[in-house]
């Protein structure tokens, strides 16, 4: 076992710049795992600043100088931070509380709706199982209601931290836009000279995570915003804030859509039953998520992600369980990330009786 062991060791880790690469990236995710709550303003900044630097440089290639570039994305940032907090957010705190408000009459009326189905269903399904649906529902419902009212009690430090990152993220991004060479400078003077490895791996990765995040932002906008155009068109209620699960929900992939789907059919139905008018708006709203998936994804990832699905739902499920949401919305990148690395990984030739000889 112990000649097994030497014998990988010896082949994996024999190059001096795979041992390094492997220090970096342990001592860079054991930092995000331990300190990631206490660093979380300045991680956000730096994927604000990661977003916003495509636009720097596309105005820098207009022969705009660089300081003038960074003032000019970053007024475009506070200008898009103003009105979602001015005009996007208390639309939906609106539509979140006459939600609240109508939930009791939704349940009555989803109860009696499905208290139905055993007369018309009887060979599918019995009162028994329709009861047992019924009262998890009810106790999910309950649980959410203490969830709200815990968190209505406790929001006055919530509010602290949200006015804490509204004044440090957008100073921690005019910075990491202003200095970014300088901090690059910085972080390199403790690098080892020679980083090939690193090098390479970097450039295969970059383009990828680039294109995948700046992507997927522009997919979340115009998904939500013809979401949105479309619910209103339709008269559908809530339309602001399913609009806002829709876009999110292509964060998940293959996931998301599928679980979006439920509360945008429940509210229609809610509405207006099974009408012609429930139709038009599955139908619409079919229409919107095929276009997505095919019209505007092949257009805004032009460097396709080579990962199985298999993977990504793996990449998903590890990443969304260690740091929620963004673990999520960065899971291809970091599954790309790690892909990268094993390809680059030198290897040294096994020797014979060792493992591949």
Aim: net charge negative; charged share 10%.
């Amino acid at each position: 076992m112990l000649k097994v062991l030497r014998d990988w060791v010896q082949r994996y880790f024999s190059d001096e710049e795979a041992v390094v690469l492997a220090v970096v990236l342990v001592l860079g995710f054991t930092a995000v795992l331990t300190l990631g709550n206490m660093l979380a303003p300045v991680l956000a900044g730096l994927v604000l600043a990661f977003l916003m630097q495509g636009l720097v440089n596309l105005l820098e290639r207009l022969r705009l100088p660089q300081t003038l570039a960074v003032w000019i994305v970053f007024t475009l940032f506070i200008g898009a931070l103003a009105l979602i907090l001015g005009v996007l957010l208390p639309l939906l705190w609106q539509q979140l509380s006459t939600l609240f408000q109508e939930l009791p009459g939704m349940l009555a009326e989803w109860q009696s709706l499905l208290l139905l189905l055993p007369e018309r269903y009887p060979h599918l399904v019995n009162d028994e199982q329709v009861l047992r649906a019924i009262e998890v529902t009810r106790s999910e419902i309950g649980k959410f209601g203490q969830w709200a009212l815990t968190f209505s009690l406790s929001s006055l430090p919530l509010l602290v931290n949200i006015m804490i990152y509204l004044v440090l993220v957008p100073i921690l991004v005019f910075f990491f836009l202003k200095d970014r060479e300088l901090i690059g400078r910085w972080f390199s003077g403790y690098l080892p000279s020679e980083r090939g490895l690193m090098t390479q791996v970097w450039d295969e990765v970059n383009i990828q995570i680039a294109n995948y995040i700046r992507g997927k932002v522009i997919e979340i906008v115009i998904c939500g915003g013809v979401t949105y155009v479309a619910f209103v068109w339709l008269g559908l209620n809530y339309a602001a804030l399913l609009a806002l699960l829709v876009g999110l929900s292509v964060v998940v992939p293959y996931i998301g859509t599928v679980v979006v789907t439920v509360p945008v059919a429940l509210i229609a139905l809610f509405q207006w039953g099974w009408s012609d008018q429930f139709i038009y708006l599955m139908v619409v709203y079919t229409v919107i998520q095929t276009l997505d998936g095919n019209v505007l994804v092949p257009l805004l990832f032009s460097e396709a992600v080579n990962l199985h699905p298999v993977a990504i739902i793996c990449a998903v499920l590890l990443f969304g369980g260690l740091w929620g949401f963004w673990g999520v919305f960065f899971a291809i990148p970091l599954a790309t990330l790690f892909k990268a690395v094993l390809d680059a990984w030198p290897r040294a030739a096994p020797r014979n009786g060792a493992l591949g000889g």
